[in-house]
């Protein structure tokens, strides 16, 4: 199995256009050790041929563009088979109406997620204009579904969604009942049954999540913050991570610690905050991760399993 | 005024994500000349402190990036004074959910552009997170508004629109009546009268816009294809430019052979498809663009008038 990560940062990337934090104003001045990154999609493949989109960002377009491997192959081709949704968020599912020039696509998602995304929202006609422009495949909790290939004769990739501890996404926060389906991460495995455990978005930690997780070649964890106050410390925003679904890494609570028990070879931060400490490549956090086995995802970053 | 193209590609940009057309996979492969360009925006100044975004395609955040103008002066700020939009056209305006970091915006349009982008779009939630998140103002034909700055008095650019022969945005098409208000240019003028005429979508030129255009210091100008038939011959699209509300560069009826008459200090084509010869340095329609005064624009040019 082949992932690259395309994007790394969570929702507004880094730096973040309204944004001079630390992290943010060092980047642009140079004084920071950290590197851009762009807003979170996985591209993910099986047989180093056809190619499934883990999420779907607003900068797709550059995101593709870098990726050799996801450049057309004729007039009008795309090597990307399907787009596999793991929650609602736009930072998540924007990109979807940039891929709007007459190709069909399949797009993996929870009932919950597909309606979120299309129910009253009059750009997705966009993606509308033909019959099959948009061919929906629906992820249930627990049960495997092939992932490039709806034949799972055919398919390199199969993924078993796990329900986790989420919200909807803001443009529907209040408007619909909670429900299990609203955020899920993915068990992706190939054909000869190696694992990666994606879950870019987590608000918690579930016995099923660390089920899905122990023993894995692979993880890829939701980094969005370090501290529950990161963004209410500094007063940039009147929220606690909890209020947003994501489990911070650091503290007792932490993912860091929760997740400290399980073996799994490699494994990945994602969604990063620009107000995230862990992108400074010198920052006693970046390195408490580091020591504890954690990489901290990268745009261009490849692991082949 | 200070005026940079951050953004000259069409819809899909330069290459487009699943278009491995001759200019598209000869760009990938580096055996054509030219550059690649992002989906159209440009920033407009005339103060060079407030800016102006005229219209704010997908690819805002690495756009804004790619100019240190635009970047945030505090913990959290936007040198970005206003959103001008031309059309409801997506790859005009769906950047606008990618500045939905909490973040008050004032966006100038049509009430026709502003209703087709608000309205039935449960994602533009995300925008009206709290009171004043964004402050509309509306453009009407004829009259001069200031736009970088709501009182006159301290504005330092200030435009008049001008309706161009337009269709609805693809969202939209076969569900609004056609009315004047679906397209404009904009005659934008700094306190010392310098004048750029902007009409990067045009399906025709009319009297008004003749006007407009005649005597201005720069035009920008729709630039989407050198032909009527360039999506249709090579069998991408069965759509002629005029059915997509694009006057082709080319031809006796073409933009080029239209304007020829009006004296222009600065002409520039903008929102270029990437089916277009221009794009190529080389090429022959190139050549006859320049010799007639024209740029073709590109990401990061810069004119100052």
Not at 257 to 284: C, G, M, Q
């Amino acid at each position: 199995m082949l992932i690259r990560i395309l994007g790394a940062a969570a929702g507004g990337g880094f730096p973040q256009w309204n944004c001079g934090c630390p992290n943010c104003g060092g980047l642009r001045r140079g004084t920071v050790r950290a590197k851009p990154r762009s807003q979170v999609t996985i591209a993910l493949s099986g047989d180093a041929d056809r190619w499934v989109l883990l999420n779907c960002g607003p900068e797709i377009r550059a995101q593709i563009e870098s990726f050799p491997a996801l450049w057309p192959r004729a007039a009008r081709h795309s090597p990307i088979a399907a787009i596999a949704l793991t929650c609602g968020d736009l930072d998540h599912t924007l990109g979807l109406l940039s891929l709007r020039e007459n190709h069909p696509l399949t797009v993996l998602a929870t009932e919950t997620v597909r309606q979120g995304f299309v129910d009253g929202n009059a750009l997705y006609r966009t993606l509308e204009r033909f019959p099959g422009q948009v061919t929906w495949r629906r992820f249930v909790a627990g049960l495997e579904t092939p992932l490039d290939d709806p034949d799972p004769a055919r398919a390199a990739l199969f993924a078993t969604p796990v329900p986790v501890p989420g919200k909807p996404p803001v443009h529907l926060e209040g408007r619909v009942p909670p429900n299990d389906e609203q955020a899920i991460g993915l068990v992706v495995r190939d054909r000869p049954g190696r694992r990666l455990a994606a879950f870019p978005g987590a608000g918690g930690i579930t016995a099923a999540m660390r089920a899905a997780i122990a023993g894995a070649d692979a993880l890829i964890f939701d980094g969005t913050f370090w501290s529950e106050d990161e963004l209410a410390r500094p007063k940039l925003m009147d929220k606690r991570a909890a209020d947003m679904a994501h489990l911070p890494i650091g503290g007792p609570d932490g993912s860091l610690a929760l997740l400290a028990d399980l073996a799994v070879t490699r494994k990945l931060f994602v969604h990063i905050n620009n107000t995230n400490p862990i992108l400074r490549e010198d920052s006693a956090e970046r390195a408490r991760v580091e020591a504890a086995g954690w990489t901290v995802a990268e745009d261009g970053m490849e692991i082949a399993l």
